[in-house]
């Protein structure tokens, strides 16, 4: 199974952009939803995620720069980036957790140009 997620790109630094990653409609048990990513030479790292009741968890490198979100109807998980930084340059990849199995996305890459 295959997310699609969209919306990178390239912005220069403090611009914002939005990423939005659709399940699959087949999916009946999603338990959270979000969003990781890889720098140049490094490991995939949490960026942010939300459960289906909506609680949120964000990394402190984000936290009050970018905003998570969910459409459960739609099955649809979106991050809101603003104040971007170079730092913030990687492969964005979308995670979704229907009952007991995780699934990722094809990623998505952002690159912030300072």
């Known amino acids: 199974v295959q997310l699609q997620a969209s919306g990178g790109g390239l912005v220069q630094a403090g611009g914002s952009l939005i990423l939005s990653c659709a399940a699959p409609r087949s999916f009946s048990g999603i338990v959270s939803m979000g969003w990781y990513r890889r720098a140049p030479g490094k490991q995939r790292d949490l960026v942010a995620t939300i459960t289906s009741g909506g609680s949120t968890n964000y990394a402190d490198s984000v936290k009050g720069r970018f905003t998570i979100s969910r459409d459960n109807a739609k099955k649809e998980v979106y991050l809101q980036m603003n104040s971007l930084e170079p730092e913030d340059t990687a492969i964005y990849y979308c995670?979704?957790?229907?009952?007991?199995?995780?699934?990722w996305g094809q990623g998505t890459q952002v690159t912030v140009s300072s």
């Open positions: 995670r979704i957790v229907n009952y007991g199995s995780v699934y």
